[in-house]
């Protein structure tokens, strides 16, 4: 199932962006949802994770504090806002999810959709 990403762009360093991923299907049960990044040259890193029942959210440590992760169950739709952008931030972003339960939401977690990514610029 291809998720679908929207809401990258460019920004200013300091400045915001809304990402939002929708995911079709609504009969399916995505037990965790999240965003991962890679910037050019660069291996895919996780940024931010969210589970089902919002009991636990995983950050990268680069974006705690200025990344949120937020989600709408009944859209099946998971957002990050960004702020306080910077250059490093720089990345096309990809949404994940998964179908199989699980106490965990991390980078490490088995994914099995993914979106195209949406790219985000900051200079």
């Known amino acids: 199932v291809q998720l679908v990403e929207s809401g990258g762009g460019s920004a200013q360093p300091g400045g915001s962006l809304r990402l939002t991923c929708v995911a079709p299907g609504h009969s399916l049960i995505r037990y965790c949802m999240g965003w991962f990044r890679q910037a050019p040259g660069k291996g895919r890193e996780g940024v931010a994770f969210?589970?089902?029942?919002?009991?636990?959210?995983w950050y990268d440590g680069s974006v705690k504090g200025r990344f949120t992760i937020s989600q709408d169950n009944a859209k099946n739709a998971v957002f990050l806002q960004m702020n306080n952008l910077q250059p490093e931030d720089t990345a096309r972003y990809y949404c994940a999810s998964t179908r199989s339960a699980s106490l965990t939401c991390y980078p490490g977690s088995s994914f099995n959709d993914w979106g195209q990514g949406t790219q985000v610029t900051v200079s």
């Open positions: 969210i589970r089902q029942d919002g009991v636990s959210n």
